[in-house]
């Protein structure tokens, strides 16, 4: 069973840091490109960040310079660090893992809420 699960959201005051984890099991982790979006109640959910399975990373301009995401195939987790955070943060942050491959497989974790107070 395929399971991707992430930690670390939390509520924490405007200009301060969290770091998510998003922990894989039941997939060959190294070989997904993984991604984290975000999504506000009511809007539609937005691309955040992407670490391809070489570690080619990639950014939505809005957080250019302020996250970082990384991964750790021997743990099969992939971390987002988010520092200088903003109100407009705010949203529950999702992990999804993709395989490129042949028959192209993509799975989603539940989702952790990121509360930026102003």
């Known amino acids: 069973q395929v399971q991707l699960v992430e930690s670390g959201g939390g509520l924490v005051q405007g200009g301060g840091s969290l770091r998510l984890s998003c922990t894989a099991s039941?997939?060959?982790?190294?070989?997904?490109?993984v991604a984290w979006h975000r999504q506000v109640s009511g809007k539609e959910r937005e691309w955040v960040a992407t670490?391809?399975?070489?570690?080619?990373?990639r950014y939505t301009p809005s957080v250019e310079g302020r996250f970082t995401i990384s991964r750790n195939n021997a743990e099969k987790s992939v971390h987002l660090q988010m520092s200088s955070l903003k109100p407009e943060d705010t949203a529950v942050y999702y992990c999804?893992?993709?395989?490129?491959?042949?028959?192209?497989?993509?799975?989603w974790g539940q989702g952790t809420q990121v509360t930026v107070s102003s």
């Open positions: 039941g997939i060959a982790f190294s070989i997904y490109t």
């Open positions: 670490i391809g399975s070489g570690g080619s990373t």
């Open positions: 999804q893992a993709i395989n490129y491959g042949l028959a192209r497989r993509e799975y």
